[in-house]
């Protein structure tokens, strides 16, 4: 494994590795994604034996071009215009029809394909240097914390990967919306880092279809996801008395609210700012996970905005422990 900054020659070094074959983590606006030549299957199966990902799991294309999006997928809903001049280049999936150049493997055998362009110029640059789309999922180990940071990478992954390319911190910090077009109906699939509210403002009311599925049509639809290895629990799901002799880690979203010092505790804005408490969310839980602590307590924050995408990522991890 090669950990190497995010230059131009070291891009170009990644995209010889993703032609060749490699799997490449790389930085975008989300978070560092485990990168393969998306249209090679032989490539793509090393993303999910390196995640010990399942193989019912789609994965997400990334494009640099709108151009590449007409060779691997059909445009056949007109919202799906509007959401591209919208909120591409950004944290913005689309699920639609596949054309036949793109490996089940990508798809899970579906006949959809779930495609992004990340802003980011790191994601970008090498995604056009590489001359194909790139199948990235978050690059760690299935269900556990998402990366925001290269080290967060070399933590779970670490020689399961050629070249790690290290573009700093990411700024939205949870996963990519991922919305299913399908004739004239807009359903979510994940809420992420683009809000509902400003998706329904170019395109109306769209349905929420986030609860789990057995046969998912895009990252994110597992019962449990994103977790951190020990135990994550909501305070309004607990009796805090019954944690009294344990080390207990507490993550707020402003401020605590409690009269306790716990043995661990963040704070995701003490602004009440929803996109650096997403930026912070992933970040704060690594650094609890490495804290040596029986549990991580959270308090729920309101679901609007990115709050959705938020108490999303905590539900699921929470859900790994019920």
Same mark, same amino acid.
């Given at each position: 494994?090669?950990?190497?900054?995010?230059?131009?020659?070291?891009?170009?070094?990644?995209?010889? *590795?993703?032609?060749?074959?490699?799997?490449?983590?790389?930085?975008?606006?989300?978070?560092?994604?485990? !990168?393969?030549?998306?249209?090679?299957?032989?490539?793509?199966?090393?993303?999910?034996?390196?995640?010990?990902?399942?193989?019912?799991?789609?994965?997400?294309?990334? %494009? +640099?071009?709108?151009?590449?999006?007409?060779?691997?997928? /059909?445009?056949?809903?007109?919202?799906?215009?509007?959401?591209?001049?919208?909120?591409?280049?950004?944290?913005?999936?689309?699920?639609?029809?596949?054309?036949? %150049?793109?490996?089940?493997?990508?798809?899970?055998?579906?006949?959809? *394909?779930?495609?992004?362009?990340?802003?980011?110029?790191?994601?970008?640059?090498?995604?056009?240097?590489?001359?194909?789309?790139?199948?990235?999922?978050?690059?760690?180990?299935? +269900?556990?914390? +998402?990366?925001?940071?290269?080290?967060?990478?070399?933590?779970?992954?670490?020689?399961?990967?050629?070249?790690? &390319?290290? !573009?700093?911190?990411?700024? *939205?910090?949870?996963?990519?919306?991922? &919305?299913?077009?399908?004739?004239?109906?807009?359903?979510?699939?994940?809420?992420?880092?683009?809000?509902?509210?400003?998706?329904?403002?170019?395109? !109306?009311?769209?349905?929420?279809?986030?609860?789990?599925?057995?046969?998912?049509?895009?990252?994110?639809?597992?019962?449990?996801?994103?977790?951190?290895? %020990?135990?994550?629990?909501?305070?309004?799901?607990?009796?805090?008395?019954?944690?009294?002799?344990? /080390?207990?880690?507490?993550?707020?979203?402003?401020?605590?609210?409690?009269?306790?010092?716990?043995?661990?505790?963040?704070? &995701?804005?003490? /602004?009440?700012?929803?996109?650096?408490?997403?930026?912070?969310?992933?970040?704060?839980?690594?650094?609890?996970?490495?804290?040596?602590?029986? *549990?991580? &307590?959270?308090?729920?924050?309101?679901?609007?905005?990115?709050?959705?995408?938020?108490?999303?990522?905590?539900?699921?991890?929470?859900?790994?422990? +019920?």
């Amino acid at each position: 494994m090669k950990l190497l900054k995010a230059t131009q020659n070291n891009i170009a070094q990644a995209a010889e *590795v993703l032609r060749s074959g490699g799997l490449v983590a790389f930085p975008t606006e989300t978070v560092y994604g485990l !990168g393969a030549d998306g249209l090679n299957p032989i490539a793509v199966a090393k993303i999910f034996e390196a995640k010990q990902r399942p193989s019912f799991n789609p994965l997400i294309l990334h %494009i +640099s071009s709108k151009d590449q999006l007409q060779t691997i997928a /059909k445009i056949n809903n007109r919202a799906i215009v509007k959401l591209i001049e919208k909120f591409w280049p950004g944290p913005l999936t689309l699920v639609l029809p596949k054309l036949e %150049i793109v490996p089940d493997i990508v798809t899970a055998g579906n006949s959809t *394909v779930a495609v992004r362009m990340p802003d980011h110029p790191v994601a970008l640059e090498l995604i056009e240097q590489a001359g194909k789309p790139i199948a990235a999922p978050s690059a760690n180990s299935f +269900s556990q914390l +998402s990366p925001t940071c290269a080290e967060h990478v070399v933590k779970q992954l670490n020689n399961k990967v050629d070249i790690i &390319l290290d !573009g700093g911190s990411c700024a *939205v910090g949870v996963e990519s919306t991922i &919305l299913y077009l399908k004739e004239n109906k807009v359903s979510v699939l994940r809420h992420g880092g683009t809000a509902i509210e400003d998706i329904e403002k170019i395109i !109306g009311k769209v349905s929420i279809e986030t609860g789990p599925s057995d046969s998912p049509l895009a990252p994110g639809q597992l019962y449990f996801h994103y977790a951190p290895k %020990i135990p994550l629990r909501f305070f309004n799901d607990v009796n805090i008395m019954d944690y009294e002799f344990k /080390k207990v880690g507490a993550l707020f979203f402003d401020r605590n609210r409690y009269n306790i010092e716990f043995s661990g505790e963040r704070i &995701l804005s003490p /602004k009440g700012n929803l996109r650096e408490a997403a930026a912070n969310l992933f970040s704060f839980l690594h650094e609890l996970e490495n804290e040596n602590l029986d *549990v991580i &307590l959270v308090d729920p924050i309101e679901e609007i905005g990115l709050g959705k995408a938020i108490m999303d990522r905590l539900r699921k991890a929470a859900n790994k422990f +019920s």
